[in-house]
């Protein structure tokens, strides 16, 4: 070997050994991996994984989390369970979340299953595991919460940071009672989609309006993907209903609000979960035809409201990273449980699932959409209609191309209006 | 009156839905699954062509038709020839194509709600005390002028008769210098193209999602079923049939079980007639 090639060889091992040593302290700490099973394809997968993606970007940029003595960024993992498609069976995101945990090594389970039906199945998959779990999107059932007070020891890790459909129940029917004062409507119909939380919420309803003096005229189920809905709106309109009540997350709820309006159905469309009309995209899909239609958006956050400092803040931030504005009903509870995780994390200094379940049931943080505190017993968070006391919930109604909150009042930022042929 | 109208709408809704699925089988013998993600296919060619070309609804639904129909032809041609004659590798590649499709819409982010398409007529009538709007009643109109249209098509037409030739008896039709593949290309163009205009008739209605391929698919196979696959007549009829049977389930029992009605109809025909209405595969019944 020449003297020169012995020197260019030692100068590269010198470097190399050099960039090793150097290199190795400043080197970036391991991320905390965040797996999130979603339906990507649908607005309450694709909402959650946005506001994830903006929570992680923020807390990366500011420096990742404090856990104990050093900082280390948040990694999220999205796998696409496709429950909310038709015909996909709940082992579907099963195998999603069990991929998550065991090969791309998450340390948390953030968004979903969204499906309620896959989400109570993977309650048992998150105890097998130990496995921290934060729901955000979609899942509205009561029995989640409820399987968690039940079994507290066995299903502990199972938290749910936005409203469920007995609160969305309760909005509805504080709703409905205005209604009736206003406009004297003692006329529901109730439309809702061949889902469990969707099926439950809809019983639930008509048990509710009739106990409280209400004439349910009819309750229509129909199943995911359907297209046609004329029948049950000609059964609306012939039954002299006033409000049709619409429990949906399929897109295909559009068409039920173009029909509404073509057949000029004198009855005010009420979505307590209506996908279709959550997003600000949904005036452009009905050609304006969905204009007074109210939906619940579950969180405030999701439409914009000044129901704390930070609601506003996230919906600009949101609407600049996305050139949309927050869509559905899981997008401000997504952000926010990154923000809750990371709180929970530096509290417990530890990634332990034990110490996260104790410092989480201890969060008191003022959100996006309120004073967020989970209930220590059921893990569900605890809502409220003022923002200083709780999660507070968002209706809106389409309003000449606009989201308007109206609901509740305390963040309300206009009144519930009448379509032209209902006005008396 | 409200089931007469709303039962003959859907009735032509599915009609619409599976003609070209029966036209491709009645001619090829080719069942071809791809059927409903050319459907959805062919609405969001439509769509594309308006907004992001930019042009008119007339000339969208022209250059629609005619993509969409050689889209078909080149399926033909370039996958299914492969494959003629050996029916469950026409189910399997043809199935594939309709993944490929459904699935690459969705991975190019087409998806959600926002997808829509212009109607031709806004507004709504009614009629006998039946509020319905117009862009329903075109589709009645267009399903009965389609019908029409196919009777002289392949009654009074040099490619139609060639067509009903290689649909009632493949060899004597090759006999007489009708070649086969020829006229499959022009069934799968064609019967792309019927679905084609299914789309353009019947997405004005709601919005273009990819997940509507496949109950396309299904209705479509269901209609084919109990009319006797490959007869375009006994499609007819049993779109009529299942399609009022869907109505008065609605009405009498509730819509959930609407799509439950198709499901039950392929099983009852499969187990009482398995040649369907008008169907022409007597073979299948005596061996049954």
Redesign the interface.
């Known amino acids: 070997m020449s003297r020169r090639r012995s020197v260019v060889l030692s100068m590269f091992l010198l470097m190399t050994v050099l960039s090793f040593v150097l290199v190795a302290p400043v080197r970036a700490a391991d991320p905390i991996v965040l797996g999130c099973p979603l339906s990507t394809a649908f607005l309450y997968g694709w909402d959650a994984e946005r506001g994830f993606t903006l929570a992680v970007e923020e807390i990366n940029a500011a420096g990742g989390v404090q856990v104990g003595t050093e900082k280390r960024p948040f990694k999220m993992e999205v796998i696409d369970t496709r429950d909310l498609e038709p015909g996909v069976p709940v082992s579907e995101a099963l195998l999603a979340v069990e991929k998550l945990i065991l090969d791309k090594k998450a340390s948390f389970i953030l968004g979903g299953p969204v499906r309620s039906e896959a989400a109570l199945a993977a309650m048992a998959l998150l105890s097998k595991y130990k496995k921290v779990s934060i729901l955000t999107s979609g899942v509205l059932t009561p029995k989640y919460h409820a399987m968690v007070a039940e079994q507290y020891d066995k299903f502990k890790y199972c938290f749910r940071i936005h409203g469920e459909a007995t609160n969305l129940v309760g909005e509805i029917f504080a709703n409905f009672s205005q209604l009736k004062e206003k406009y004297g409507f003692n006329n529901l119909f109730i439309m809702a989609q061949d889902v469990s939380h969707a099926r439950g919420a809809a019983d639930i309803v008509k048990k509710i309006a009739t106990d409280k003096g209400w004439n349910v005229t009819g309750l229509e189920i129909y199943p995911t993907g359907a297209t046609d809905f004329s029948l049950g709106l000609l059964k609306a309109k012939d039954t002299k209903t006033e409000i049709i009540n619409i429990w949906m997350d399929m897109p295909e709820s559009a068409i039920l609000l173009k029909q509404w309006f073509d057949m000029k159905v004198p009855a005010l469309p009420f979505g307590s979960t209506l996908a279709a009309a959550e997003q600000p995209g949904f005036w452009k899909a009905t050609e304006g035809k969905g204009e007074y239609t109210l939906c619940n958006v579950v969180n405030a956050g999701n439409a914009p409201s000044n129901a704390t400092e930070w609601t506003m803040k996230f919906y600009n931030a949101y609407t600049k990273r996305w050139n949309v504005e927050p869509e559905g009903l899981g997008t401000s509870s997504s952000y926010m449980a990154v923000y809750v995780l990371k709180d929970a994390i530096e509290r417990a200094k530890s990634l332990d699932s034990d110490k996260i379940v104790a410092e989480l049931e201890k969060t008191d943080l003022m959100g996006v959409y309120g004073r967020l505190r989970f209930d220590p017993k059921s893990h569900q968070v605890i809502p409220a209609t003022d923002p200083k006391e709780g999660a507070v919930g968002s209706i809106l109604q389409w309003q000449a191309g606009k989201r308007v909150v109206v609901y509740p009042k305390s963040i309300a930022m206009g009144e519930i209006q009448l379509p032209p042929w209902m006005k008396k | 009156m ?1 089931i007469l109208i ?1 039962g003959t ?2 009735s032509v ?1 599915l009609a619409l839905y599976a003609l070209g699925f029966a036209l491709v089988y009645g001619v090829s013998r080719l069942p071809n699954f791809a059927h409903g993600a050319i459907y959805v296919l062919s609405g969001f060619i439509a769509w594309s062509v308006i907004n992001t070309l930019g042009l008119n609804h007339l000339l969208a639904i022209v250059i629609t038709m005619v993509v969409t129909a050689l889209i078909g032809s080149a399926i033909y041609l370039i996958f299914l020839i492969r494959v003629r004659g050996m029916a469950i590798s026409e189910i399997i590649a043809s199935y594939a194509i309709a993944l490929a499709i459904l699935e690459g819409l ?1 991975w190019k982010g087409f ?6 398409l ?1 109607v031709f007529i806004e ?2 009538t009614s009629i006998a005390g ?4 117009y862009q ?1 009643l075109l589709v009645v109109g267009v399903g009965a002028a389609l019908v029409a249209f196919l009777w002289v098509f392949t009654h009074h037409t040099r490619i139609g008769l060639a067509l009903r030739g290689m649909a009632q008896d493949e060899r004597a039709a090759l006999m007489l210098g009708i070649d086969s593949d020829v006229m499959a290309v022009v069934a799968m163009g064609l019967g792309s193209m019927l679905a084609a205009l299914a789309a353009l008739m019947l997405l004005p ?3 273009i ?4 391929g ?2 396309v698919l299904i209705l479509a196979i269901a209609v084919c079923i109990v009319g006797g696959i490959g007869s375009w007549a006994g499609a007819v009829m049993a779109a009529f049939l299942i399609g009022f049977a869907q ?1 008065l389930t ?2 009498y029992l ?3 079980y ?2 439950v009605v198709a499901l039950l109809a392929i099983i009852l025909t499969l187990i009482l007639k398995p040649s369907g209405l008008f169907g022409q595969q007597k073979e299948l019944e005596e061996r049954v």
């Open positions: 409200d709303y709408i859907n809704t969705r998806k959600g709600m926002t997808y829509t212009p507004g709504s039946v509020s319905v709007d329903r209605l709601g919005n999602v990819v997940e509507s496949y109950n109505i609605v009405v509730g819509a959930h609407q799509m």
